[in-house]
């Protein structure tokens, strides 16, 4: 059951709403994927809620230097700045480029 009473199925509809996306939605899904994932990272580390007010404080810290360092770091690399339905070889060049940067900024960050 694929289609819906208009006759078009789902995943045209998504294909639909994806081409609409622009650099602006991809920058809040940036910003709220990585203001959600480190929490959701620790949650399942620790399995479950519990321990997590022990390490709330460091969590907030890492989540919030992690957020401005990537978001910088993508904007230099000009992720937000290209048209993403023709990516190239060299597109994902830059992508791997911007989340290695910002990989090894976050790392030495909190570094012992």
């Not at 959600?36 to 460091?58: H, M, N, Q, W």
């Not at 911007?98 to 909190?110: D, Q």
Request: charged share 15%; net charge positive; glycine share 8%.
């Amino acid at each position: 059951m694929d289609e819906n009473v208009s006759g078009v199925t789902f995943a045209h509809a998504i294909r639909i709403r994806m081409k609409g996306l622009r650099n602006r939605h991809i920058f809040i899904l940036d910003v709220v994927s990585l203001s959600v994932l480190p929490t959701i990272a620790l949650v399942l580390r620790l399995d479950g809620f519990k321990s997590l007010g022990y390490y709330g404080p460091e969590l907030l810290k890492y989540t919030i230097c992690a957020l401005f360092a990537r978001v910088i770091i993508y904007r230099m690399f000009g992720l937000y700045n290209r048209y993403w339905r023709y990516a190239s070889v060299d597109d994902m060049v830059q992508i791997v480029a911007g989340v290695a940067t910002s990989s090894v900024f976050v790392i030495l960050s909190f570094w012992g």
